[in-house]
Structures are given as C-alpha cells and as structure tokens.
C-alpha cells in the first residue's frame, strides 16, 4: 500500500515537472510574440525596444528552479528561431545555427545567473526577520525569501536587474558583428538598445512574476473599488499621451506612487508593466508625445522612462513594506511589553495576596495562645479597648465574663502537667463554643485564667453564656479527684456588662469582672456572680 502511494506521488510529480516545462516553453514563445508587437523599423532599424522572454523565465526561475531548465532551454532555442526568421534577407545555415545556439545560450544563462546571484545574496545577508513564504499549492518550490521587503535586497535585485543583461547583449552584439549582419556604427546603439530591452523587462516584469507567490489575494479582493479606481486612471493618462499626444506622461509617477500606498507593491508593478505595453506599442505604431519630444530615438527615452517608473514603484513599496514591518515590530514590542507589564502585575499581586496571608497567619500567631489554640492576653488587651471605643461611639454595652478554674493548682499535682494542658485546651474548646458568634472573643488572660469578651450583649445575654458553660462542664463530667468540692471539674465566673462612658478607661471593665470573680471564688466557687457597685449579687449554682 505505502509502495502503491509512493509511486502516485512520484508519478503526480513527474507529471508536474513535464507540465512545468511545457508552460514554460508556451510563455517564452508568448513572450517572444509580446515583444514582436513593439518592433518599429523606421524608429528601432530592426531591433527589439522590450525582449520579456528573459524577465519572464526570471521570475519563473525564481520559484521553481532547475525543475524548468528543459523548458528554459527549449523555449530559447525557439524563441531565437523566431527573432532570426525576422532576418531579411534570410540567413544561411551555418550563420542561422550559430545566431541560434549563440542566442539560446545568452538568453538562458541570464535568467539563470540572475536567479543564483539574487538568492545566494538573499540567503546570506537578508534581515533574520525577512518573511518565508509558506508553502503554497501553486508553487511546489522550497520556501524563499522576497526580494522586495526591505530598500536594501530590492536595490540588489535592481543592480542584479540591470547587470545580468550586460552578458546577452555584449554577446548577441558581437555575434551579430562577427557575422557581419551589424555595420561598426550600428553596434553600440544595438548594444544599449538591447541590453535596456532586457534591463527593463527584468525590470518592469519579474518583479510581477516573483511577487505573485507573496500576495496576499485574500486582502486584494477586498479592494475592487480602489482597483476600478487605478485602472480607470491609468487608462485615462494613456489616452492622453498616446492619444490625445498630450505631455502628461508624469501623471504616470503619482499614479503609481497611490497604488503602492493603497493597494500594495504587486498591483504597483502591474500598473507599471501595462503602462510599458501600452507605451511601447503606441510609440512603436508611430502614435505619443515621446515621438513629438524626441524626435533621435524616442524608444530609449521611453524605454529610460518606463524603467524610472518601475525603479519608482520597488524603492516606494520597498520603504512602505519596512515601514509596516517597523510598525508592527513597534506594536508586537509594545504587546510584549504589556503581557510583560500584565505578567508583572499579576506577580505582584499574587505576592501581596501570599505576604497579606502570611501577614494574616503571623498576626494570628502573634495573638494565639499556643497551648489553648484561643486568643492570648495581648490580643485580649487590644481587642478590648478597640471595642471599648467602638461601643463608647455606638452606646452599646459590652460585657466581660472572667473565668478560672477550681483548684487547678492541686489538679496539676495530681494528674501532673501533661494532664494540666490537656485540661487547659478542653476547657478553651468549652468556652469557644459557648460564646458562639464571631464577634465574640474567648482569650486565655493567664495561668488557668480566660476571659470572654462579648460586645453588643447584655447582662443577661452573658449570664445565658456563663450558664450554657457550667452545664457543659458539668455534662462533661471532667475528673479532678483533688477537688475538695467535688470529683469533676469546675470553674467559677464572675460577669460585668457596662455601656461605656467617657469618665472610664476599658480596663474598668476587667476591674470588675475581676471583682466579681472573687466575690465567686470567696463564696464556695464553681459559681457565678455579677458585679455590683455595692453588694455583688449572687447567684450561686452547684
């Protein structure tokens, strides 16, 4: 199976490559013919204004390579068999073969020349950010890069353009010399003649050809009104120098110069190759102002003219592309930089969340009373003279019950420490559950002594607490055989409530629950007593 498809796909290939070559030969002959249509021999004396066969192989080159290098060579030999069956008088054999493999040769090696020159400088020193192609369906070549992205590779491609030609035209003149088919005279403006012939179709052409495999066509259809736009001018300036032999031929640069900006580089050399045709063949049909301004050779001129403009187009589109590029590294930097600053903020915040959370355990560290797992007497201290105030604005009251446990000094004896902290912790646990709401406070205020700070409550709420405490006490039935009151644990309370007044300091309410708490331990313990200015009240409970 894997053998069945390799083989459809070596086939599919092969397939391509021969209809590569045939392509090529088909646009070399087209491109032969295109030019034919300019020849003038009252202006030109037999020779070629614009020779495409060259340009067009170029650009063809440029993306398929050494795949079409039969079709190159075939096409060259035809299209030189065409150029000398122009001859008159015709030419002999030997002449005739020798212009022929002469002609197929320059023609093929200059495109081929162009190419290595063009991509071996491309490859070496091109910007590290010069955009690949990505693979694409129409072209199966390897991924290149475009010439025409920065000033700097489309000035090379210009120099490579306008030099590369030098080789065919010297060639194809000396030949024409040594077969005596040129007089002296004739050579030098046969040799400028045709190297701007090939010069500026490598010029005006093959950058159409290259920058079709970059277009973004996709963008382009977008765009229809501005292409009817562009094309209604250009027909326009047309008919109004090759027409109407108006001399507004410089209409063509700011034309041009607005395609570039709107419509991008490839649309721009297109103007600028219809523009080429259209003022070839009129000038060469005898028709234009370049035949009214210059009367000795319009065709160079023209040829000068149409060349300027097409330098005009790649430098302009070079500098717009490097300035889209330089405007989107500028705001792909400041993305970066924004994640950046966004990545950065997160981080902070996720720090100050962790240091506020380490601050929030330290702090409960700082007030925890280790043993208890309750508040300790520095948290107690603080927490009441902040709800002393807060209540001293509200007018509320604020009640204290201040708790000790019954004999534990003689349960330390008995049961040894160990037993003592144990106890401790199951008393602090008692006292947490019976003050209940989270505004309420139980701290351990020393030794075997807790106070239970309750804002917002009144006397009798807080007798409700000290009850609910000495029942759970005594559901629990926790032994203290060193108890001379009875077998199990028991504490004694003594309980305060005050609305706080401005005359008296917070520690006033420690002051009494304090008070009460030794009325309670001084009449029997394990009970509770309120304070009172006079006589405490007692409510003793066994």
């Avoid at 991924?143 to 010297?170: E, G, H, M, Q």
């Avoid at 019950?401 to 902290?421: R, S, T, V």
């Avoid at 300091?505 to 009449?523: E, F, G, I, M, S």
Wanted: charge should be positive; include cysteine; proline fraction near 6%.
């Amino acid at each position: 199976m894997s053998m069945s498809f390799r083989d459809s796909w070596a086939r599919r290939s092969s397939q391509n490559v021969i209809l590569l070559n045939i392509l090529t030969v088909l646009v070399y002959i087209v491109g032969v013919q295109i030019s034919y249509q300019f020849v003038n021999s009252e202006l030109s004396e037999h020779t070629i204004p614009l020779w495409l066969p060259p340009a067009f192989t170029l650009g063809l080159f440029f993306h398929f390579e050494y795949r079409i290098l039969p079709g190159m060579i075939l096409g060259a030999i035809l299209g030189a068999i065409v150029v000398l069956n122009h001859f008159s008088p015709p030419l002999s054999v030997p002449p005739f073969l020798f212009l022929t493999l002469t002609f197929a040769f320059a023609n093929t090696i200059q495109p081929i020349l162009a190419n290595l020159w063009l991509k071996n400088r491309l490859t070496q020193k091109s910007p590290k950010n010069s955009p690949l192609v990505s693979p694409n369906p129409a072209f199966s070549g390897p991924s290149v890069i475009n010439p025409f992205t920065t000033v700097k590779t489309t000035l090379f491609f210009i120099r490579v353009a306008i030099l590369t030609p030098l080789l065919s035209a010297c060639f194809g003149t000396l030949c024409l010399g040594v077969t005596s088919l040129l007089r002296p005279d004739q050579l030098l403006l046969v040799f400028i003649t045709w190297w701007l012939a090939n010069a500026l179709a490598n010029l005006v052409f093959s950058p159409v050809f290259i920058l079709v495999r970059f277009e973004k066509w996709s963008l382009l259809k977008t765009k229809k009104v501005e292409l009817g736009i562009v094309l209604f001018f250009l027909i326009l300036v047309n008919i109004l120098t090759f027409v109407s032999n108006y001399p507004v031929a410089y209409l063509y640069l700011p034309l041009i110069l607005i395609t570039v900006c709107h419509l991008g580089g490839f649309v721009a050399n297109v103007v600028v190759s219809l523009a080429t045709l259209i003022a070839l063949f009129f000038t060469g049909q005898g028709h234009g102002v370049f035949l009214q301004i210059f009367q000795i050779q319009p065709l160079i001129f023209l040829q000068s003219f149409t060349g300027i403009l097409s330098l005009t187009a790649l430098l302009f589109a070079a500098l717009t592309q490097e300035r889209e590029q330089a405007r989107k590294a500028l705001m792909r930097m400041i993305d970066s930089l924004e994640n950046e600053v966004k990545c950065r903020t997160c981080e902070l915040h996720t720090a100050q969340q962790k240091l506020q959370f380490a601050n929030q355990e330290l702090e409960k560290l700082v007030n925890l009373d280790a043993l208890t797992q309750v508040a300790n007497r520095r948290w107690f201290d603080r927490t009441l003279e902040q709800e002393w105030y807060r209540l001293l604005r509200e007018q509320k009251p604020l009640s204290l019950l201040m708790l000790d446990i019954d004999y534990f000094k003689a349960y330390n004896d008995f049961y040894g420490h160990p037993q003592g902290d144990s106890c401790l912790h199951q008393v602090a646990q008692v006292l947490t559950q019976a003050a209940g709401r989270s505004a309420d406070g139980v701290a351990r205020y020393g030794g075997e002594e807790f106070a239970i700070l309750l804002p917002s409550t009144d006397l009798i709420g807080a007798i409700a607490i000290a009850e609910k405490i000495q029942c759970t006490l005594a559901h629990l039935r926790l032994a203290h055989r060193a108890s001379p009151l009875q077998p199990t644990l028991t504490v004694s309370i003594g309980i305060t409530c005050l609305i706080p007044t401005p005359p008296h300091p917070p520690k006033t309410l420690v002051q009494q629950a304090d008070q009460a708490l030794y009325q309670a331990k001084r009449q029997g313990r394990n009970q509770y007593k309120t304070f009172c200015s006079s006589d405490p009240v007692t409510e003793a409970k066994d």
